[in-house]
């Protein structure tokens, strides 16, 4: 079988930078969910960023926390006792919880008050991209947990990038990088994936299964010879973190300078370089005046304002 080019593997291009949404757009959107891709998707994103995680049936489902309880009713609906780990359920029970209506209980409250990533959201950017018929619909209990499957119907149907992040960690799921991939390979998807993970054994598991499809080094931490990881690994591109205590660029460093360096020897050596999760503008716009390939954004919206200035500055 001859396969189409995957545009986010090394060298591929001389690639500009993509507005990739952080779980959908999750700013807009119950994250995660079939709803929050849609809405990376109308908002014109390049590529969207997703969880997964195997259901106690082996089900590959999409959700970033191992646990549930931040964003489902799994303790009213589900009540058992402990913890509430995804995997301990299977993928009928996983159906049956509710992942919208938190978030709009989250738009209820004061800014300072929500989830961290929801407090810079301004009500102009809610009265934008959030209609009041989609908070109802948010708010109705009928927004599900997706499988990856039905995630990766979408991505066929519309043709958009995916970046899926395996979770496997602390978890550690017997098979994962082989059942998605196998998911994928089906769907004749592997020109538009780009699979990263934390756990970089997978990406070694996920390059044995595959030649076309992309992976990524993610990380929260500075690594010693980033690029001759890589090039170990036989990865695609580098995910560093931008933020907090995930911050390996520098922004929350003493000096508070970006380390443009380390990301221009990876882009000379051919590698994207993905930042998340970057929901400051003008952090945004350092980056893109260092190179980056791609913005990984809770608010798309803003990466997308950002490259429009940065393109309308270039072509003056």
Not at 2 to 17: C, D, F, I, V
Not at 82 to 100: A, I, K, N, P, R
Not at 209 to 231: C, F, G, I, M, W
Request: glycine share 6%; net charge negative.
């Amino acid at each position: 079988m001859t396969h189409q080019r995957n545009p986010l593997r090394k060298g591929a291009s001389a690639m500009s930078t993509l507005a990739i949404a952080h779980r959908g757009a999750r700013a807009f959107a119950p994250e995660n969910t079939l709803v929050a891709f849609e809405k990376a998707h109308a908002l014109g994103c390049d590529m969207f960023e997703l969880d997964v995680h195997l259901s106690k049936d082996g089900v590959p489902v999409v959700h970033h926390d191992d646990q549930l309880d931040r964003c489902t009713n799994v303790r009213s609906r589900l009540s058992r006792k402990g913890e509430s780990f995804l995997s301990d359920y299977t993928w009928d029970e996983l159906q049956t919880l509710d992942v919208g209506s938190w978030f709009v209980e989250q738009l209820s409250i004061p800014a300072d008050q929500r989830q961290p990533f929801l407090e810079s959201l301004k009500p102009t950017e809610i009265g934008q991209f959030i209609t009041r018929e989609e908070l109802n619909y948010f708010a109705s209990g009928d927004v599900r947990i997706p499988s990856l499957e039905q995630v990766l119907e979408f991505v066929k149907r519309t043709g958009t990038l995916v970046n899926i992040e395996l979770k496997n960690l602390p978890r550690m799921y017997p098979g994962l990088a082989e059942v998605v991939m196998q998911l994928v390979i089906s769907q004749g998807l592997e020109s538009q994936v780009l699979i990263s993970s934390f756990d970089h054994t997978l990406l070694l598991e996920i390059r044995q299964q595959s030649s076309v499809v992309a992976t990524a080094v993610l990380t929260s931490n500075r690594l010693a010879k980033p690029v001759e990881y890589l090039r170990r690994l036989d990865a695609d591109a580098y995910h560093p973190g931008c933020y907090g205590h995930c911050d390996s660029l520098g922004f929350s460093s003493v000096s508070g300078r970006l380390d443009a360096r380390g990301i221009a020897e990876l882009r000379e050596a051919g590698y994207g370089v993905n930042v998340w999760t970057c929901n400051d503008k003008p952090q945004m716009r350092q980056l893109v005046a260092v190179g980056v390939t791609g913005l990984v954004s809770d608010y798309p919206n803003r990466v997308c304002e950002v490259l429009s200035e940065s393109s309308t500055t270039a072509a003056s």
